[in-house]
């Protein structure tokens, strides 16, 4: 059964169980609503393989497509291009591969190597021109999308000690936010002089950050907030008044802590993601999902967050990844340690 706040009717339902995958599933994109196009969702995982799954009319989601010749090792992260057109996943071998959709076939058409070893995220820029891809050789790169399918890399980043776990552009400037096993955040950006990436902000334990390695981070739908959450069993909600691309004279950068949210998992908060309509899903290896919303009652102190739902058991094992749907925002999808992802409807939220 839900808990939820405020005696207030909300409720996760959950719609469907896809099952296919032979091993854990890692991690989930939605496609960009194409017109015409039903909702898609890729899934990749341990079994060395992407699904891609399509609503039916009847409203069932049916395995589509198996994408499972081109990597040899596990796949950790895939991502739409913003076109809906390109599909990048990064897998534990070392590559990422980009796949072009044609009509309902998925076509391997460029390999990225350059990582030394496994390749944790892949994530495409705003403009759909970048693709950033960073792993356990505690590099990011940054890639320029070029005409006919061409990858190339404009720039290695070095400045994490250690693994890192994810990387994400923000939703309209071309600004690149990674985090890691270092236990830190780091905000990347183009010099606009000499067209070198580099470090503009390191938000570390000493600007109110994370104690242990931090696994992923989400914006707000307009940027000026993110969302981190950390193996030391917190998410943390960042706010930037400042353009998110301006290095600030202060220690800790543009990006300032506004608060943490805690006590909420009792074992690592794997996956967090900030729905289009303000509301934080996060999955952890309590097996559980939660969910928080801005507390508008509490402007005294500052914005704060309060938690809007919990779902026990939401899967048998870890949660790996929550991702709300861009274009109908009560639809979460989940994938686990257990090999399945679901798909759930929140219901009884008042706008």
Not at 40 to 46: F, T, V
Not at 109 to 134: D, I, P, Q, R, Y
Not at 249 to 264: M, Q, V
Request: aromatic share 8%; charged share 20%.
């Amino acid at each position: 059964m839900d808990s939820s706040l405020d005696g207030c009717d909300v409720e996760l339902r959950e719609l469907q169980r896809l099952e296919g995958h032979t091993d854990r599933v890692w991690s989930l994109s939605w496609a960009p609503p194409l017109a015409g196009s039903p909702p898609m969702l890729a899934s990749c995982s341990g079994d060395k393989s992407v699904r891609i799954w399509q609503q039916t009319p009847s409203g069932v989601w049916d395995c589509k497509a198996v994408l499972d010749e081109t990597h040899t090792r596990t796949v950790r992260s895939c991502a739409w291009s913003p076109s809906g057109k390109m599909l990048a996943t990064a897998s534990f071998d070392a590559t990422t591969a980009i796949w072009e959709r044609v009509g309902s076939d998925f076509d391997c058409v460029a390999t990225l190597e350059g990582h030394e070893n496994e390749v944790k995220s892949v994530a495409w820029s705003a403009s759909g021109m970048l693709l950033a891809t960073c792993g356990r050789d505690k590099s990011v790169w940054i890639w320029e999308v070029q005409p006919g399918n061409e990858f190339e890399c404009v720039s290695v980043l070095q400045g994490h000690t250690q693994d890192v776990k994810m990387v994400q552009w923000h939703p309209s400037a071309d600004v690149l936010v990674s985090v890691s096993y270092d236990n830190s955040i780091k905000v990347w950006a183009e010099d606009g002089d000499s067209d070198d990436w580099h470090c503009i902000q390191t938000l570390g334990e000493s600007c109110c950050g994370h104690s242990s390695t931090v696994w992923a981070l989400s914006f707000n739908s307009t940027g000026d907030r993110m969302v981190t959450c950390s193996d030391d069993l917190t998410l943390k909600i960042w706010d930037t008044s400042d353009n998110p691309s301006q290095t600030s004279s202060g220690r800790c950068g543009s990006w300032k802590h506004l608060c943490t949210l805690s006590g909420y998992h009792d074992r690592t908060v794997f996956s967090v993601h900030w729905s289009s309509t303000g509301i934080i899903a996060s999955g952890a290896a309590d097996d559980a999902i939660r969910l928080f919303i801005e507390n508008k009652d509490s402007s005294i102190d500052g914005p704060s967050y309060k938690l809007l739902l919990k779902k026990e058991k939401a899967h048998d094992m870890d949660v790996n990844s929550v991702q709300w749907n861009p274009k109908e925002p009560e639809l979460l999808a989940s994938a686990s340690d257990d090999g399945t992802i679901k798909i759930w409807r929140l219901s009884g939220i008042s706008s």
